[in-house]
């Protein structure tokens, strides 16, 4: 994970020290841009112990299309707890954007339902993307989407076995480096791996692309600490074969393997 510790870096040595609307105050740079080669291992920090528990039940919530903490809440995963109103409500986010867009004639899409449909049957389309910035919407929404467009890639199929690899690239207009990124990175990772065994492919590449990336006032210390930290070799993540549908994989599905990493940093996040 030596390019998550390039970016903490470019942004302690070349971020511009502005404010925001937590009023905690960051130090940011505007575009940038990663790529993790998934058959290399599963791209998960290890220079810190990050909490892939949530990150699993988070994203199974999004592809539930849930936008209530409720699920999470079972789960123990606490980190949307500051944004929910006092029904556990977020409005429209991801998971509504991602399963059931709703145009102006109110037609309900499934974007990740497309997806999965596309690259079965038009695998070269240039069109295949997933959008949660529903501008509509956003007033709606107790945060507005920071991960809010992807799109997936296929290569040509191998001239021996014939499969294609896919990959996924991210656009994420606003990131929290030091805590929310290292999530988005794995949870990207992971849906891709998912899909791909959905629609029978090998793993390509994850691609995050950046807006505002920035690293608050008090990560600094964090940040700092964790870059004197070596990284370990990436973890494998297992993944039950057997599931060959998007909407059925559940927690029991996924297993980390290997993953060796130096103990949690805590930090405090920006509301
Ligand atoms: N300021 C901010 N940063 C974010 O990363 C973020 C938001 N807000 N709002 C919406 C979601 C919620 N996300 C979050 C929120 C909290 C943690 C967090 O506190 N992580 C801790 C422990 C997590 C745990 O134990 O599950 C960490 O050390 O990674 C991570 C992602 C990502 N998003
Ligand atoms: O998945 C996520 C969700 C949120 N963030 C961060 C990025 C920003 O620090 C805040 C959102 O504040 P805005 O003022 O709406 O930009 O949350 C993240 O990094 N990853």
């Known amino acids: 994970m030596q390019q998550y510790h390039h970016l903490l870096q470019h942004i302690l040595d070349n971020g511009t020290d502005k404010s925001d609307r937590t009023g905690t105050g960051t ?143 991210l656009y994420q207009r606003s990131a929290d480096v030091f805590l929310g990124v290292p999530f988005n990175i794995a949870s990207y990772a992971l849906l891709t791996m998912m899909i791909a065994q959905v629609v029978d492919m090998e793993l390509g590449d994850f691609v995050h692309s950046f807006g505002d990336v920035h690293l608050y006032s008090n990560h600094f210390e964090q940040a700092k600490l964790q870059l004197t930290r070596s990284p370990f070799p990436l973890p494998q993540m297992h993944i039950n074969k057997n599931v060959k549908d998007i909407f059925s994989f559940t927690y029991a599905d996924f297993e980390l393997v290997n993953y060796q990493s130096h103990e949690a940093i805590k930090a405090p996040v920006a509301v």
């Open 27 to 169: 130090r940011s740079i505007f575009g940038y841009q990663m790529r993790f080669n998934l058959a290399e291992g599963f791209p998960l920090v290890t220079t810190k112990k990050v909490h892939l528990k949530s990150i699993i039940h988070e994203l199974l919530w999004f592809l539930k299309g849930d936008t209530n903490i409720g699920y999470l809440k079972e789960h123990q995963v606490k980190i949307w707890d500051e944004w929910a109103d006092e029904n556990g409500d977020l409005g429209p986010v991801y998971g509504k954007q991602w399963r059931s867009w709703e145009g102006a004639d109110g037609q309900l899409y499934d974007q990740v339902k497309d997806v999965i449909h596309q690259l079965q049957h038009n695998p070269d389309s240039r069109r295949i993307i997933i959008s949660a910035w529903n501008v509509a919407d956003l007033p709606k929404m107790k945060l507005m989407p920071c991960h809010c467009l992807f799109q997936f890639y296929t290569s040509a199929p191998d001239a021996v076995t014939g499969k294609r690899k896919l990959s996924c690239q």
